[in-house]
T-cell receptor, first 107, second 114 residues
């Protein structure tokens, strides 16, 4: 079993829909990261969380440390949100990555 | 210009050839990493370096070598490329003092071994 599991693997939505991507992990962490990878390949950091909730524009990330679970929400989704979203967990100089969720938002 | 630059961005080569992927950064970070990405799998760590001349093996180092001759540069070599090394390779940096794990990625180098 992978240490970081994401669901779903693939997600197709219509423009305007509310999106949720989930991440569960089985190891102790000091921080959890959400990353975005666009079709061109580059990876950028969206959020870093150690507790609670963070919001940036239409993106919201939450984490429940006790349940070892995090969610990434996108409100009012747009075709430009189409990308692969990657969850990664960090502890003691070690980063472990989920396999990613491929999101396609159709106009 | 990008803070973390990888060259080449795309490379097609043949089995048995030696390949070098280069990474340079302007962020002034001490830590540099090479990752490999395959479809359906998470990023996997090949090698990492916390300082000049410091080299550490990651999860999948077999068949690869690295060099860190300067703080800003970290190169990955495939001494004799094989088809299952076909993948997307990423260089990344992080700030030692921040200790948050936040990584800054290059744009990726797509390698195809025929």
């Amino acid at each position: 079993k992978n240490e970081v599991e994401q669901s779903p693997q693939n997600l197709t939505a219509q423009e305007g829909e509310f999106i949720t991507i989930n991440c569960s992990y089985s190891v102790g962490i000091s921080a959890l990261h959400w990353l975005q990878q666009h079709p061109g390949g580059g990876i950028v950091s969206l959020f870093m969380l150690s507790s609670g909730k963070k919001k940036h524009g239409r993106l919201i990330a939450t984490i429940n440390i006790q349940e070892k679970h995090s969610s990434l929400h996108i409100t009012a989704s747009h075709p430009r949100d189409s990308a692969v979203y990657i969850c990664a967990v960090y502890n003691n100089n070690d980063m472990r990555f989920g396999a990613g969720t491929r999101l396609t938002v159709k106009p | 210009d990008a803070d973390v630059t990888q060259t080449p961005r795309n490379r097609i080569t043949k089995t048995g050839k030696r390949i070098m992927l280069e990474c340079s950064q302007t962020k002034g970070h001490d830590r540099m990493y090479w990752y490999r990405q395959d479809p359906g799998l998470g990023l996997r760590l090949i090698y990492y370096s916390f300082d000049v001349k410091d080299i550490n093996k990651g999860e999948i180092s077999d068949g690869y070598s690295v060099s860190r001759q300067a703080q800003a540069k970290f190169s990955l070599s495939l001494e004799s490329a094989i088809p299952n090394q076909t993948a997307l390779y990423f260089c990344a940096t992080s700030d030692l003092s921040a200790n948050t794990g936040e990584l800054f990625f290059g744009e990726g180098s797509r390698l195809t071994v025929l």
